[in-house]
C-alpha cells in the first residue's frame, strides 16, 4: 500500500486491516519442544493467499481474556456515551479468540494413560475457567508420534478417544488427532479448516446474540445503538468471511447513522464514523468486484456530507475528512486494480488521489482563513490531552451528548489548540504526496497531459514551501512538453512560475535560460514586462543582482536576495544555452553556399541571424563550428572584419564565413554542427548560445514561406523565411587534368592472355609525382564477381593478385607513360576494368594536392571456337551405340568462331576409363593448321570399348585443343572440352568378316566369317544366308552353329559377283538357339557387320 | 451551458480557444486551458482505439468514411463536461459544458452533436479564407463572433 501522509485523519490500523477469524492455540512449548515448535511454524509460517482466513495466537498459561461485562437485561435506561468503541475491534481481533485450541502429547496406548487423562481434562477445566463468559468454542488436538498401533489396538484408539471426551466434556468432533511424523503440512491444513469451520460457527452465535439486543433498542434514544450493533454484525461477519451479509449489515449501519442528528458537537464523531463505515463498505464491494457500486458509493457518501460541515472555526477539518476520504478510497481502488481488476482511463484511481490533493488545498485555505489568530498553543492544561473510549470523539468532553458546549473556556482552548496544530502542518507535504499518488496513476492510465498539469500544480506547491530548486527542476520538464505541442498560453504560464522560482533560488544558469526563452514572441510576461527581462540579463552579465520578478512572496525576497549576493560573482561564468530547443529571441539559419565544393576552392557558409526582440545586442562573438570526418574546428565569424557585431531588433543579419578545406577532408562531407552567440561585457561573465544543428533533424517547415508571404500583412522577413538550411556538403577532388588512352583487340578470345596497353599523358601545368596506377575489375550487373573468372597480369601466362598496382613515379609536364595488363577470363562475358590514377601535385595555392583519376574500358569475351562430336563405325557410317571389343571413330568437329584467324597447334583426345585407343594413341588429324572464323576442322580418333559401364557413359572424352592467334607468335592457350558420350552395349558374340571392297565379275572370292563367344557359356546359333541376285554363292545355306566360350568358329564362303555396280552381297542372319534375351543384340552385330555394299567391276577381257 | 470551445491541430497545438463572456483574467483562462489540453488525453485514447478497430478490418476506406466524427462526452469532472469531436483531418474540435449551471447539466447529446457540426462548418469557411494560413491559429474576428454566437444562442 503507497504510504499516505498522516495527520489526525488517517484511519485507525484496525479500520484497514483484514478482519481474520483468531484462533487460539494453548499447550504448545515452542521454545523447548521440537516438535511444538515445528507445529507452530506450520500454523504461523508462510501464509498464502490460498489459506483460510485466520489468525493464530500462541496462548501462553498467563494470557488472561478480557474480563465480561455484565449482561443487560434492559436497555430502557442506558443512555450510549458514543457510537463505536475504540476497543472493540481490538478485542475482536486479538484477545478474545473464537477457538481455544489445547494441545496434548499423548498415545492411544500410553502406559500411564488414566493420568494422562485426568491432566488434559484439567488443562480443558482451566480454559474453560478462563474464557468463563465468553462463547469461545474449546477444541483437543491429542499430538501423537504416528506410529501406527498395533492391529490388536485399533479398537483401543477408539474407546480411549471416547474417553477422552467424556473427561474434558467436549465434543467427539472438537478432538483431532495430530500425528506429527509425515505429512506434518498436510494435516496441519486440514486441521487449520476445522478450526476455521468451528471458527465461523462461533461468529455466526455472537452475531445471533447480538440480534437478540435489537428488540429492546428505541429510535429516540438509542440511535446511536443502531449504528454500533449494525457495525458489530457487519464486522463478525466480515470475521466469518461472509461478505455479502457484512456488507448488508454495514449499510444498515450507514443508513442508521444517516439519521443521526447531527449538531456541532457531534459532527466530528458522526463524519469519522460515516467515514470508517464507508471504507468498510467500498473495500467490501471491490471484495465483491463491484467496483462500479463502489464507486457509486463514494459518491453519495461524498454527496451527502460534503454539507455537513461542522463548526466553522473548525472548517479545515472538515476538508481534511473529505481529502482522506477520497485519497482512502483510492488506495483501495489501487489494490483492487492490482489484484486484478482494469482500471480504464477515464475511472482509476489517480482521480481520487487529485480530489485528495485538491481537498486539501481547501483545506489550507481555510486553515489560512480561519486560523490566523491562532498565534500560539494555549496554555496548559493542555486541551487535547487525555484518552477517548469512542471513535471521533474530543478529549476535552468525552461521552457527553448534549449539543451545547459544557464548558466554553475549555472549549475554546481546545479550539485554538486544534487551529495551532493544523497552522504547523505541512499541507504542501501532504498536497505533493497525494499529487505524486496521482501522476503516477495518469501515467499509468494513459494521461500525459493530466499529469502534466498536476505535476504543475505539483510545482506550484514546492513553490509555496519555499523547495523553488526541486518546483523548477519539475517546471522545466513540463516547459519542455508545452513548448513542443505549441501551447504557448500555458508554457508561458509554467515560465513565469520557473522563472520566479529561478530568481528565488538565485539559480543562474536556469535565469538567463528562462529569461532568454521568456523574450520569445511565443510567451506572454506579466504586465507585458519584457524590457524588465532584457535588462536583467544585462545585469547578470555585468554581475549585478537582477531585479526581483514580480508577485513574489515578500518573505521569500530577502533570502533570495542573499542568494544572488553569494551567486552573482562566482561560477559558472560561462552560461551556456541550447538555442535549438527552446524559442527565444534569437533566430540562426546557416547554408554552405553550395553543395558541393572541389578540393581547391573555398569553402563559403552564409549565416543569417535575425533578433526577433525590439532592441539592440551587440554580440562580442559569433563563431560557427565544422565538422568533418577527422576534424571539428570553430570558424570565428566577422562584420565586415569588425569582431564586435551588433545586431538590430526586427532585423536579419547576413555574415559570410570562408574557409579552405583540410586536404584529409576529400572525398567526405562537412557538416555544420553548431552555431554559437557570444553575449559578454568583459566581466568574466559570459553567455553562450548554442544553435546546434541536429544530423537526423529533418527541419520541418509546416508553414511554406511562400503561403506565409501570399497574405496582405506578412508576419515576418520574407527573406528569412524562405532561406533553406543547408547544413551538408561534400568535399570532392580537384578536376584531373591527365589523359589515358587505352588500346586493345577486342572482342578477347576465351581462356587467352589478352593484351591491354594503355597511355597517360600529363596535361597538367607542372609535372605529377609519385603516380600510382591500379587496374582493377569493376563488379557490373551482368558480372558479378569478375575476379573470380577474371585473372589479371602484367605479364601474359602467370596470374597475379588483384588489384594490379604499380608505381609509375613522376611524369613531366606533356610527357606519357605507357605500360601493357593481360587479363584472362574462363567466361564469355563483358569485363569493365578501371584504371584508377593516383598522383600527388605541387600547386601554388595549395602544395602536395592529392588528385585521383579514374578512367574504365570495357573488354568483351567470346569463344574461340565450338566443338561438336560425330560418332561412326568403321565403315564411316554414323552409329548410334558402339559394343564391347568393337572399334569405332570418333570425329571431333572444330568450329571457328573467332573473329581472327587462328592457329590449331595440336589437339588430343584423353578417353574415359571404360574407352581405349584402336590403335596406339593417335596423331592428330588437325595440327599445325590454320583456320579462319566459320571453318570448320575435323579430326578423327579409332576407340574402343573395353566394357560395357554401369551407366551410359556421359562423355567418350576431354579433347584439348592447343591454340593461338595466328597473327601472334607466343604463347599458346590449351582449351579442353568434353566430347559427348555414345551408350556401349555387350554382345555374347562377336562378329569379324574379312571380304573386299571391290571385287571383279564373275570372279569367285571368299567370304570368311568369324564368330568368337564372349561369354562363359556356349552359344548356339542358327544361321542362314540369304543370298541375292547378284551373286552366286558357294556353302552352307543354312547350318547350326555353337560357338564355344572365348573361343572361335570360322564359317568360309565364296561368293561370285555376277553383275557390275554396287552390289548388296549375301548376308548372314543368326538367330540364337535357346536364350532369346540376345537375339536383338546378335541380329544388330550382323545387321551392321555385313557389307551392304560391294562394288563389283567389269571384268576387261585382255 | 457551454463554457468554452476549442479547435486543435492536427499536431495537437492549439489553433482557437474561445469562450463565452468577455473574461480575460488570467486564472480563467489558463483553467480554461488546462481543461482542454487534458482532454487530449482522453481524446488521443479514442482515437487510438478506434484506428485499431478500423485497421482490423478489411475495408478501411469504407469505414473512415462512415466514423462519426462526433466522439460524444469524452470526460467529466465535478464541475464541467467535455465532449469531442474529430474530422477527417485529425482537427480536433471540444467544447466544454458546465455541468453545476442547471442549463449546462441537462444539454443533451443531440445538442452538443449539431453545435459541433456547426461548429465544424465554421471551421471549414474559416479556413477557406485565401488568408489563412493552414496550420497557424486562427486569429479571424468573424470566426470569433460566430462561435461566440454560437456558444451563446445554440448551446
Redesign the interface.
Known amino acids: 500500500m503507497a504510504t499516505q501522509p498522516s495527520d489526525s485523519t488517517e484511519f485507525p490500523p484496525e479500520i484497514i486491516l483484514k478482519p481474520l477469524a483468531l484462533i487460539g492455540l494453548s499447550g504448545l512449548d515452542t521454545i523447548n519442544n521440537a516438535v511444538h515448535k515445528a507445529i507452530w511454524d506450520a500454523f504461523s509460517n508462510n501464509r498464502r493467499a490460498d489459506r483460510a482466513s485466520v489468525r493464530f495466537k500462541l496462548l501462553n498459561n498467563t494470557f488472561e481474556f478480557p474480563v465480561v461485562k455484565p449482561k443487560r437485561n434492559s436497555y430502557e435506561w442506558y443512555i450510549p456515551k458514543g457510537i463505536l468503541k475504540k476497543n472493540w475491534i481490538h478485542k475482536r481481533v486479538n484477545l478474545i479468540p473464537a477457538v481455544v485450541v489445547i494441545f496434548y502429547d499423548m498415545e492411544w496406548n500410553d502406559p500411564q494413560w488414566n493420568e494422562k487423562i485426568i491432566e488434559c481434562a484439567s488443562r480443558v477445566q482451566s480454559i474453560r475457567a478462563a474464557v468463563e463468559g465468553h462463547a469461545t468454542r474449546v477444541a483437543v488436538v491429542v499430538v501423537q508420534s504416528g506410529l501406527s498401533p498395533p492391529p490388536s489396538e485399533y479398537m483401543l484408539g477408539a474407546e480411549r478417544a471416547q474417553a477422552l471426551c467424556a473427561a474434558c466434556e467436549i465434543q467427539s468432533k472438537s478432538l483431532f488427532v495430530l500425528p506429527h511424523s509425515d505429512h506434518l503440512m498436510g494435516y496441519i491444513i486440514r486441521l487449520e479448516n476445522a478450526f476455521y469451520d468451528i471458527a465461523q460457527n462461533y461468529y455466526h452465535h455472537e452475531t445471533k446474540n447480538i440480534k437478540q439486543h435489537r428488540d429492546h433498542l428505541n429510535k429516540t434514544t438509542h440511535q446511536y445503538l443502531f449504528v454500533r450493533h449494525q457495525y458489530k454484525l457487519g464486522y463478525l461477519n466480515e470475521l466469518k468471511q461472509d461478505l455479502s451479509t457484512a456488507h448488508k449489515h454495514y449499510m444498515h449501519a450507514y443508513s442508521n447513522l444517516l439519521e443521526t442528528r447531527t449538531v456541532d458537537t457531534n459532527m466530528h464523531e458522526i463524519r469519522t464514523v460515516a467515514g470508517y463505515i464507508n471504507y468498510k463498505l467500498c473495500k467490501l464491494l471491490f471484495a465483491l468486484n463491484l467496483p462500479r457500486d463502489a464507486i457509486a458509493q463514494l459518491k453519495s457518501h461524498i454527496e451527502r456530507y460534503k454539507s455537513r460541515v461542522g463548526p466553522t472555526e473548525l472548517l479545515f477539518e472538515h476538508y481534511a475528512w473529505i481529502a482522506r476520504q477520497y485519497s482512502a478510497f483510492g488506495e483501495l481502488f489501487d489494490e483492487a486494480i492490482r489484484a486484478g481488476l482494469p482500471g480504464i482511463?477515464?475511472q482509476h484511481p489517480g482521480f481520487y488521489y487529485q480530489q485528495a490533493a485538491q481537498f486539501t488545498t481547501m483545506r489550507r485555505q481555510a486553515m489560512r482563513s480561519v486560523c490566523c489568530d491562532a498565534m500560539q498553543y494555549p496554555p496548559p492544561p493542555d486541551p487535547l490531552e487525555g484518552t477517548v473510549e469512542f471513535y471521533g470523539q474530543r478529549p476535552w468532553r468525552p461521552g457527553r451528548l448534549s449539543a451545547d458546549p459544557h464548558y466554553p473556556q475549555k472549549e475554546q482552548a481546545a479550539i485554538l489548540a486544534l487551529q495551532y496544530s493544523e497552522r504547523m502542518f505541512n499541507h504542501s507535504g501532504m498536497i505533493v504526496s497525494f499529487l505524486g499518488s496521482a501522476i503516477s496513476q495518469f501515467k499509468t492510465f494513459?494521461?500525459?497531459?493530466?499529469r502534466k498539469?498536476l505535476v504543475v500544480e505539483m510545482a506550484n506547491e514546492y513553490y509555496y514551501c519555499n523547495d523553488f530548486g526541486k518546483a523548477l527542476t519539475l517546471l522545466s520538464h513540463m516547459l519542455w512538453d508545452y513548448r513542443r505541442?505549441?501551447?504557448w498560453?500555458?508554457a508561458s504560464?509554467v515560465l513565469n512560475r520557473a522563472l520566479q522560482c529561478a530568481y528565488l533560488a538565485a539559480k543562474i544558469q536556469d535565469y538567463i535560460q528562462l529569461s532568454v526563452e521568456a523574450l520569445s514572441k511565443h510567451i506572454q510576461v506579466p504586465n507585458n514586462d519584457k524590457e524588465r527581462i532584457f535588462r536583467n540579463i544585462m545585469s547578470v552579465l555585468n554581475l549585478t543582482i537582477p531585479a526581483p520578478e514580480p508577485e513574489l512572496p515578500a518573505s521569500s525576497q530577502s533570502k533570495a536576495l542573499e542568494l544572488w549576493q553569494l551567486a552573482v560573482e562566482k561560477e559558472p561564468f560561462v552560461i551556456a544555452i541550447d538555442m535549438v530547443n527552446i524559442s527565444s529571441f534569437l533566430e540562426v539559419k546557416s547554408k554552405f553556399k553550395q553543395q558541393i565544393y572541389r578540393m581547391d576552392e573555398v569553402v563559403e557558409v552564409e549565416v543569417y541571424v535575425r533578433l526577433s526582440y525590439v532592441t539592440s545586442l551587440e554580440v562580442k562573438k559569433l563563431f560557427l563550428t565544422i565538422s568533418s570526418k577527422t576534424e571539428t574546428i570553430e570558424i570565428p565569424i566577422s562584420d565586415n572584419g569588425n569582431t564586435l557585431i551588433s545586431l538590430v531588433g526586427g532585423k536579419v543579419k547576413k555574415f559570410i564565413c570562408q574557409f579552405k578545406t583540410n586536404p584529409n577532408d576529400s572525398g567526405t562531407d562537412l557538416y555544420i554542427k553548431n552555431v554559437s552567440i557570444v553575449l559578454d561585457s568583459d566581466r568574466k561573465r559570459k553567455i553562450v548560445m548554442n544553435f546546434k544543428v541536429e544530423d537526423t533533424k529533418i527541419v520541418e517547415t509546416?508553414?511554406h514561406p511562400e503561403?506565409?508571404h501570399?497574405?496582405?500583412s506578412p508576419k515576418a522577413d520574407y527573406e528569412f523565411d524562405c532561406i533553406v538550411p543547408c547544413t551538408t556538403t561534400s568535399i570532392t577532388a580537384r578536376e584531373c587534368r591527365l589523359s589515358l588512352d587505352v588500346s586493345n583487340a577486342c572482342p578477347a578470345l576465351q581462356g587467352e592472355w589478352f593484351p591491354t596497353s594503355f597511355t597517360v599523358v600529363n596535361n597538367e601545368e607542372s609535372q605529377v609525382n609519385d603516380m600510382l596506377i591500379t587496374v582493377s575489375l569493376v563488379s557490373t550487373l551482368d558480372n558479378q564477381n569478375p575476379d573470380s573468372v577474371t585473372d589479371l597480369s602484367w605479364k601474359p601466362g602467370q596470374s597475379q593478385g588483384q588489384p594490379l598496382k604499380i608505381s609509375a613515379g613522376t611524369v613531366n609536364k606533356n610527357s606519357t607513360y605507357s605500360n601493357k595488363f593481360y587479363l584472362k577470363s574462363n567466361r564469355t562475358t563483358n569485363i569493365t576494368v578501371e584504371i584508377k590514377i593516383v598522383y600527388i601535385i605541387d600547386l601554388p595555392e595549395m602544395p602536395k594536392l592529392e588528385c585521383v583519376k579514374e578512367f574504365t574500358t570495357k573488354v568483351i569475351v567470346i569463344k574461340p571456337f565450338e566443338v561438336t562430336t560425330q560418332f561412326v563405325g568403321m565403315n564411316f557410317k554414323p552409329i548410334s551405340k558402339c559394343f564391347v571389343n568393337d572399334d569405332f571413330v570418333v570425329m571431333p568437329q572444330i568450329k571457328i568462331l573467332s573473329p581472327w584467324d587462328l592457329l590449331i597447334v595440336d589437339t588430343e583426345l584423353d578417353v574415359a576409363a571404360c574407352f581405349d585407343y584402336g590403335d596406339s594413341k593417335p596423331s592428330s588429324c588437325v595440327s599445325n593448321l590454320e583456320v579462319a572464323e566459320k571453318n570448320v576442322a575435323s579430326d578423327a580418333v579409332c576407340v574402343r570399348a573395353k566394357y560395357k559401364p554401369k551407366d551410359p557413359p556421359t562423355r567418350v572424352g576431354l579433347y584439348n585443343i592447343t591454340w593461338r592467334r595466328s597473327n601472334f607468335q607466343g604463347h599458346s592457350v590449351r582449351s579442353t572440352t568434353a566430347l559427348s558420350g555414345i551408350p556401349v552395349d555387350d554382345c555374347p558374340i562377336s562378329l569379324q568378316v574379312n571380304y573386299p571392297e571391290i571385287i571383279e565379275l564373275q570372279t569367285s572370292v571368299p567370304l570368311k566369317c568369324t564368330l568368337f563367344g564372349n561369354t562363359n557359356t556356349p552359344i548356339r546359333l542358327c544361321l542362314t544366308l540369304e543370298g541375292t541376285d547378284a551373286y552366286m554363292f558357294s556353302g552352307y545355306k543354312r547350318l547350326m552353329v555353337t560357338v564355344p566360350p572365348h573361343d572361335k568358329v570360322d564359317l568360309c564362303y565364296n561368293i561370285q559377283p555376277l553383275v557390275t555396280g554396287n552390289t548388296t552381297p549375301p548376308r548372314l542372319k543368326a538367330t540364337v538357339l535357346g536364350e532369346a534375351a540376345n537375339q536383338e543384340v546378335v541380329k544388330e552385330m550382323f545387321d551392321k557387320k555385313f557389307p551392304q555394299n560391294i562394288f563389283v567391276m567389269p571384268k576387261y577381257n585382255k | 451551458m457551454a463554457v468554452c470551445v476549442a479547435v486543435i491541430g492536427k499536431d495537437n497545438s492549439p489553433l482557437y480557444i474561445g469562450g463565452v463572456g468577455n473574461d480575460t483574467n488570467t486564472d480563467n483562462e489558463l483553467s480554461r486551458q488546462w481543461l482542454v489540453h487534458t482532454a487530449l488525453d482522453a481524446l488521443e485514447e479514442r482515437l487510438a482505439t478506434t484506428n485499431t478497430n478500423t485497421a482490423n478490418s478489411a475495408s478501411n476506406a469504407s469505414r473512415t468514411d462512415l466514423r462519426d466524427l462526433y466522439l460524444g462526452l469524452l470526460y467529466s469532472t465535478d464541475t464541467h463536461k467535455i465532449y469531442g469531436y474529430v474530422t477527417n483531418t485529425r482537427i480536433k474540435l471540444v467544447l466544454v459544458t458546465s455541468s453545476t449551471s442547471p442549463s449546462g447539466s441537462n444539454i443533451r447529446d443531440a445538442e452538443v452533436r449539431t453545435a459541433l457540426r456547426r461548429l465544424h462548418a465554421l471551421y471549414a469557411d474559416a479556413i477557406c479564407n485565401p488568408f489563412h494560413l493552414p496550420g497557424e491559429q486562427i486569429t479571424s474576428s468573424k470566426f470569433d463572433r460566430q462561435v461566440k454566437n454560437l456558444l451563446l444562442n445554440n448551446v
Open positions: 482511463q477515464s494513459h494521461s500525459p497531459r493530466m498539469q505541442e505549441k501551447w498560453f500555458l504560464h509546416a508553414v503561403l506565409l501570399f497574405i496582405l
